[in-house]
């Protein structure tokens, strides 16, 4: 009967044992694969937050063409959920100075996991108004500072980071995005690796 190709002759399945490793292997691949989509998405959402920041810092000057008023940038603090809330306000009186009665053009929400500091260089710090890191855009198209209501002297930076870059987080490479805004407002970005 070596001719007959019946259930018992030399065809075997696989073993529970090989099933096992292999759902193994298939299991690590998995875990190797979530763990690097994940480190791309958390650094290509800082990359997107910088780029929507510099957008929306960018609008304040379009806001100004269109209504002849100057235009606040305002940073708040961080609030108790880790996030903070960038505002665009319209200087209604046109004095330089944020007041509550001035009316908000729009926000942004920039989240816990996205860092937020001001320049570490005491020139090319953002002023503080109010608790919030505060620049104007004037009628004139110009950067003001509206602690002195004088056109800014150099870039103001601030720069933003992903909460795993810093200290001894895990992500890597490390790198951060500075926003700066031009004396004659200009908003850039530039990626830095550290």
């Keep these: 009967m070596r001719g007959s190709r019946g259930f018992g002759s030399g065809q075997r ?20 694969l979530t763990v690097a989509v994940s480190k791309t998405l958390k650094r290509q959402r800082l990359e997107t937050a910088a780029q929507q920041l510099k957008s929306f810092v960018d609008r304040a000057y379009v806001e100004t063409s269109q209504t002849g008023l100057g235009v606040f940038v305002q940073i708040g603090a961080v609030q108790a959920n ?24 729009g926000t942004e929400t920039i989240t816990a996991d996205i860092v937020l500091s001001n320049s570490a260089v005491a020139a090319n710090q953002w002023p503080t108004v109010g608790g919030a890191l505060t620049l104007l855009c004037d009628t004139m198209g110009r950067a003001v ?9 150099s870039e ?5 980071t992903h909460v795993e870059m810093t200290g001894s987080g895990t992500l890597k ?3 951060n995005f500075t926003l700066g805004v031009t004396p004659l407002w200009r908003p850039t970005t530039t990626k830095t690796r550290y």
């Excluded at 880790?82 to 330089?96: I, K, M, P, Y």
């Excluded at 103001?156 to 933003?160: D, F, G, K, R, Y």
């Design 13 to 32: 399945g696989f073993s529970l044992i090989e099933m096992l490793i292999v759902m193994a292997i298939l299991g690590l691949i998995a875990v190797i």
């Design 82 to 105: 880790g996030t903070r809330t960038v505002s665009l306000v319209e200087d209604t009186n046109s004095n330089g100075t944020p007041e509550s009665t001035d009316t908000v053009l």
């Design 145 to 153: 500072d509206p602690t002195t209501n004088r056109q800014i002297q």
């Design 156 to 160: 103001a930076q601030v720069t933003l």
């Design 173 to 175: 490479p490390r790198f």
